[in-house]
């Protein structure tokens, strides 16, 4: 009887700080989609983190190495429009 009746108090919801959770999870997700539709701007979505091409068509900006299972190398720029560069 002791132990659920402090069960019930551990799980009674507080609604304003819920909602204050609430507030503060979708600005930081908002913020996070405002940064990302800001980068793909200029920043090709194919590019990985290590400026790699992940790109399954060719690409005048894929620079390839000597190994040939290795991902090309982006050779863009992430200051100017990379669309105008794909073959498709
Ligand atoms: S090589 Fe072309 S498609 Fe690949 S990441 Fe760079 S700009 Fe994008």
Not at 1 to 15: G, I, L, S
Not at 51 to 77: E, I, M, V, W, Y
Request: charged share 30%; net charge negative; glycine share 2%.
């Amino acid at each position: 009887m002791a132990n659920e009746q402090a069960r019930d108090e551990n799980t009674k919801m507080d609604p304003d700080k819920a909602r204050a959770s609430l507030d503060r999870l979708y600005n930081i997700y908002r913020d996070i989609a405002e940064t990302a539709d800001e980068v793909m701007q200029t920043r090709c979505p194919y590019k990985d983190a290590a400026s790699r091409c992940t790109a399954k068509f060719g690409c005048r900006n894929q620079f390839f190495t000597s190994d040939p299972t290795s991902l090309p190398a982006c050779a863009g720029s992430d200051l100017i429009d990379y669309r105008d560069a794909w073959d498709t």
